[in-house]
């Protein structure tokens, strides 16, 4: 009796992942923004991208994030997004008592197969890559980045 909501898990997250698992780059994958709705990842193309994978529920993840929202402010040149392999109601509220001013995206399915296909493979978090303004990926971390080693990648970008 317990193999069949378990099956029913797997068949749900297969089916559900066909629009990232298309995708031939990060920009032309799509995902839910906090009120449900799909945001293409195009959008942020052709300027210098800050991407980090993190969860509420992510200690390493919290402790990097007020770094972020102090350097998404001071880099104002680069765009800084967040998404989050959570809940959408959850990163809401965890986006407003932190003060997060950058977008968010919330989709826990097909962020998961996104994460995978940039490059983590075991999904771990938080996961950050950042790319130049033609898109190129310049560096990727897993784990918690310290503030002082992205300020240092942000530097180098033009």
């Known amino acids: 009796m317990r193999i069949l909501p378990a099956l029913l898990l797997v068949t749900a997250t297969v089916c559900a992942a ?5 995708a031939k780059t990060f920009f ?3 995902l839910n923004d906090l ?3 799909k945001q293409s990842l195009a959008k942020y193309r052709g300027k210098p991208l800050v991407v980090n994978y993190w969860a509420t529920w992510c200690s390493p993840c919290r402790e990097e994030i007020p770094e972020f929202v102090a350097l998404a402010k001071k880099y104002g ?4 997004v967040g998404i989050a392999i ?3 109601k959850v990163v809401g509220q965890f986006a407003r008592d932190y003060k997060i001013n950058y977008p968010l995206l919330a989709d ?3 962020a998961f197969t996104l994460i995978q296909q940039e490059g983590n493979q075991s999904g771990g978090l938080p996961y950050t890559v950042i790319y130049d303004s033609q898109g190129n990926k310049v560096s ?3 784990g918690r ?4 080693v992205l300020e240092a990648v942000l530097k180098t970008l033009k």
Not at 18 to 22: E, F, I, K, M
Not at 145 to 148: P, Y
Request: negative net charge.
């Open 86 to 88: 959570d809940d959408a």
């Open 145 to 148: 980045m310290k503030g002082e």
């Open 140 to 142: 990727t971390k897993l």
């Open 77 to 80: 040149k680069v765009q800084f």
């Open 28 to 30: 032309d994958a799509s």
């Open 108 to 110: 826990e399915t097909d």
């Open 18 to 22: 066909p629009t990232v698992l298309a």
């Open 35 to 37: 009120d449900g709705k």
